[in-house]
């Protein structure tokens, strides 16, 4: 099969490029000190290519995502790096086989949810600066008592500078990153463990306090994070059809919003011309000239959301011009909904 | 089962609402004279309801949601209102029992695919102002022409006035729409055929030249749409679960950007509050209080892509404070995908 014979709109991705992308990482990063997050891409076959590279401990941030890694059998080092009060499924995985679950936690109500699920470990979960989940720094030390009266290991802290991750002034991410993580320093030390877990693709050399980085984009890009000075390529493409062409000059393609997500800003094109506009089931584009009938590729802002559209991601060996490769793998998206 | 026992985030919906649109909609736009737009719902049990109030004749934006129409047995008259390059898929349909396809053509290349896959009827699609999708108004008559010489019957024109459709100035919009039409209205003269096709949600009651009004969103508006000074009201609910709550004035809920779409801006809070911001698996929310474990619920802007992100929407009689209704029913969306 090759890309040609897709029908469209569809994902596909460069293995060369995802290759080179883990490779980058796991040379800075090997082993456990990188917990990659599989909320990025959604699949337990690209988590696999992720053990292969040596990683074998991940971050989730569902509970599905949890239960499709356990079944997966990549589940002997999960974190759910999110908070959760569904005390029934959190139980019913922690009966799996071969499935070591550690939960965020950041409030009285997530410890008592953890500890009635039966949840053996946990990591405080720190606000270090997003306007998100995570616990005033000064509660840790409280949280972290709670925890352990409850029963619970508490395994470390956890602290996501999400708010910094895209910022695209490096030394400034990095002085700013520093300053984030010297509150995480500081709950660790009130709380104890082995783990200071954080960070993600914009800070994975800067940050140098955590001990594990919560990394998923950098495997695939986005034109979001490829604003910023990283060494990680842009590996996944909507592949779309030219439907219409116009009498002025732009072009109809049949992937819109369904199909991508337009959060972080309109898709780029692969190749010549700009996007014009996105609609549900349509994407115009100008400034070049296209037929009916063509392909055209379009980059996404963030692979995140736009994954999550998807059934499934073709995988070729490299993404050439006129996009018709031999597809070589299809990735299941099996870590969707939630 | 009560929205109380759902796992979020998930989509609930207001059946008394669903209702009330449906049949104000049908009181203007009986039968045939609304051909509903499954693409803002992707849902066949939603189109039965639909059937009952009276119309069987949809419009479909993929090939995928003609199947879908096909296998529900609800594929009597279908229009594909989109172009599409894919011979097989529609082949293969219209060897379907009971099912009717007429499909959207705007170029020699879409009436060959047509003329190739089988297709009996088309309308000429033409273009009447929005840069997407239609053939140039003066290109219409040759277009026909072709389309006959193929072995088509051409049934009619259609023309989508999507660029009107949000028009907040009511007289703005209606005078416009009748400028777009007037354009219609010449390519019609042209082509021939019983069908005018076009208009939609925003443009329900002042688009008064088409035989038949392709609109969808109605049937459970959104935010976007309830900009306007239409009749039909907001049904459709993000219900998510409180995770998190800062020690400042903040709250995080389960549900974000993978659960809702945020092309036509930020959800609003169903009750007080104001939504801050969404990330991929979180929304976070201000100016209200709010405990760990509470339900929330997020109306989206933009129902379509939202709807199509998720395998179900749960049913309730009635959508109250305290988001706690007994589910009577779970419409399956399964017209995703492509």
């Known amino acids: 099969m090759r890309t ?14 995802l290759e080179a992308n883990i490779s980058t990482m796991a040379s800075k990063r090997p082993g456990k000190s990188l917990r990659p997050h599989v909320k990025a891409f959604k699949s337990t076959e690209l988590a696999k290519k992720l053990v292969k590279a040596g990683h074998d401990t991940f971050c989730c941030a569902t509970i599905r995502e949890l239960e499709g890694m356990a079944e997966a059998g990549i589940g002997t080092d999960l974190l759910l790096a999110n908070e959760t009060l569904d005390t029934t499924r959190l139980n019913k995985l922690l009966l ?5 679950v550690t939960v965020a936690v950041d409030s009285i109500e997530t410890i008592e949810v953890a500890a009635a699920a039966g949840v053996k470990e946990v990591l405080i979960d720190v606000n270090v600066g997003l306007q998100r989940c995570g616990c005033s720094p000064d509660d840790a030390d409280f949280l972290a008592d709670k925890a352990k009266k409850s029963g619970l290991e508490v395994r470390g802290v956890m602290g996501y500078e999400g708010h910094l991750m895209h910022d695209p002034d490096t030394r400034r991410r990095a002085k700013k990153t520093q300053e984030s993580m010297e509150i995480l320093i500081s709950a660790h030390e009130a709380v104890g463990g082995d783990i200071i877990s954080g960070g993600g693709t914009g800070t994975w050399d800067c940050n140098q306090v955590v001990t594990e980085l919560q990394a998923g984009s950098y495997v695939l890009m986005d034109g979001d994070y490829s604003k910023l000075d990283l060494p990680f390529k842009e590996g996944l493409l909507l592949l779309t059809t030219v439907i219409s062409t116009s009498m002025t000059d732009y072009a109809v393609l049949d992937g819109g919003l369904k199909a991508l997500s337009v959060d972080s800003g309109n898709p780029k094109l692969f190749g010549q011309g700009e996007v014009m506009f996105c609609s549900d089931e349509h994407t115009t584009v100008t400034n070049a000239s296209w037929s009916v009938g063509q392909r055209a590729g379009l980059r996404p802002s963030h692979i995140d959301p736009t994954i999550a559209k998807h059934e499934s991601i073709y995988l070729v060996d490299e993404i050439e011009e ?11 998206i099996d870590l969707r909904g939630w």
């Open 4 to 17: 040609g014979d897709i029908k469209t709109p569809a994902l596909i991705a460069d293995l060369k490029i």
């Open 96 to 100: 799996e086989d071969n499935c070591r």
């Open 322 to 332: 006129g996009l018709d490769s031999e597809v070589i793998d299809i990735l299941s």
